[in-house]
């Protein structure tokens, strides 16, 4: 397994950014795609994107399309969350996980590493 470490959580007003980075430790990091997810209070664990670990592909959960970007740097075993045009509905801890099941992303159960995940929170 590889072990993850997630930062760059924080306040910020609506239609603020933030950047979220995920830094990997142990097994070969380039041989995971990779996953954000986030989980606000009462409410299940939701994919937001993925990254596959061959080609960079990516893929979104619609409601955040256009305004989130994922992106990994192999060389520094980092995974990022760049998000723009924040909204209080994206308020939530943001977790990243590691899989090697590239077609089972948008499930937590495909994913078998986990971070201890960041808080984001926009205000209104």
């Known amino acids: 397994q590889v072990q993850l470490v997630e930062s760059g959580g924080g306040l910020v007003q609506a239609g603020g950014s933030l950047r979220l980075s995920c830094a990997a430790s142990g097994r070969t990091f380039s041989s995971y795609s990779m996953g954000w997810f986030r989980q606000a209070p009462g409410k299940e664990r939701e994919f937001v994107a993925a990254?596959?670990?061959?080609?960079?592909?990516?893929y979104y959960t619609s409601s955040v399309k256009g305004r989130f970007t994922i992106s990994r740097d192999n060389a520094k075993s980092t995974v990022y969350l760049q998000m723009n045009s924040l909204e209080p509905e994206d308020t939530a801890v943001y977790y990243c996980?590691?899989?090697?099941?590239?077609?089972?992303?948008?499930?937590?159960?495909?994913?078998?590493?986990w971070g201890q995940g960041t808080q984001v929170t926009v205000s209104s």
């Open positions: 996980a590691a899989t090697t099941n590239w077609l089972g992303i948008i499930r937590p159960t495909s994913y078998g590493s």
């Open positions: 990254i596959s670990w061959r080609e960079g592909s990516t």
